[in-house]
């Protein structure tokens, strides 16, 4: 039990951090950006190529799997995403899935469609096993090493949007626009460098979850319910909201296929049916906060 509720976790996290830039863009930007996943598969495909084929360090490939998506996003922000800014929220679906979709077609074309596989370093192999009995609690050295990181990333994160000037300037961007050009605020870099950290910290987290989801062309399209899943659940209008929703839903995916393996995904999406039946606007939104 313990260990299913440790690997619940871990994958929650995984899935926090996956998650967690297409809940800045939709909740603080006003943004449905659908191709978010494509920018995490960009991070994994980084990592592995540069492992397989340059021999580059497992942890050296990390900060890089963050710095490429992060670049290709604020390129893509300055031409692409920006004019849709102001444009109809169907317009920016359509937009988004149709980048998905060339996306894939040009993984699938040039890399091909196998499955990657990822070789971690050794320590972070193996497993550590605690007590004994329906109790034992048995972690595995690389989940363990994903809560770290994600839980480092959260508290860096959250204390950027809370504490730092820049996060006071992106409230206030998002808030009034006009108002906040008066201030002297640059809006548009504001909202290129917080779609450059979402667009990384996606490729972060494919960078991460390369060896427990698997890594193919179809990453975006196959995941992409669950990055929306923990945006609808969590609610937009802060970071606690996706990663506690993100928590609750890798618990209950890996509980429900462990206990009940022919039900398979079902629980996860009839576990966010009720909760949005019961809080349509999400678990965690604040009174007065942006829907």
């Not at 598969?41 to 021999?55: F, I, K």
């Not at 317009?91 to 077609?105: C, K, N, R, Y």
């Not at 409230?171 to 460098?193: E, M, P, T, W």
């Not at 987290?205 to 899943?229: H, N, Q, R, T, W």
């Amino acid at each position: 039990m313990l260990t299913i509720l440790f690997d619940g976790i871990a994958y929650g996290m995984l899935l926090f951090v996956l998650a967690v830039g297409l809940a800045v863009t939709m909740g603080l930007m006003n943004f449905i950006n659908l191709a978010h996943g494509a920018f995490a598969m960009a991070g994994g495909y980084v990592t592995v190529l540069l492992m397989q084929h340059a021999g580059v360090p497992f942890l050296v490939c990390l900060p890089i799997a963050f710095v490429i998506p992060a670049l290709i996003g604020a390129v893509l922000e300055r031409t692409l995403y920006r004019p849709l800014y102001n444009k109809p929220h169907l317009d920016q679906v359509l937009f988004s899935i149709g980048l998905t979709f060339m996306a894939v077609a040009a993984v699938d074309f040039f890399v091909g469609s196998t499955q990657q596989i990822i070789q971690l370093p050794e320590w972070l192999k193996g497993r550590t096993e605690i007590g004994s009995g329906d109790w034992i609690l048995g972690m595995g050295h690389y989940r363990l090493f994903i809560i770290a990181v994600c839980a480092a990333l959260t508290v860096a994160l959250q204390f950027v949007l809370a504490k730092t000037r820049f996060g006071s300037r992106l409230r206030a961007s998002v808030d009034d626009q006009r108002v906040a050009a008066g201030l002297g605020i640059n809006v548009n870099i504001v909202f290129l460098s917080t779609f450059a950290v979402g667009s990384g910290l996606a490729g972060l987290g494919g960078a991460l979850g390369a060896e427990v989801l698997g890594l193919d062309p179809s990453f975006p399209l196959k995941f992409m319910i669950y990055f929306l899943i923990v945006v609808a659940v969590g609610g937009t209008s802060s970071i606690t909201g996706p990663l506690l929703a993100a928590l609750l839903l890798g618990v209950a995916d890996v509980a429900g296929k462990y206990y009940i393996p022919k039900m398979g995904a079902f629980i996860v999406y009839t576990l966010m049916i009720v909760i949005l039946i019961w809080r349509p606007q999400g678990l965690f939104v604040r009174s007065g906060g942006k829907t």
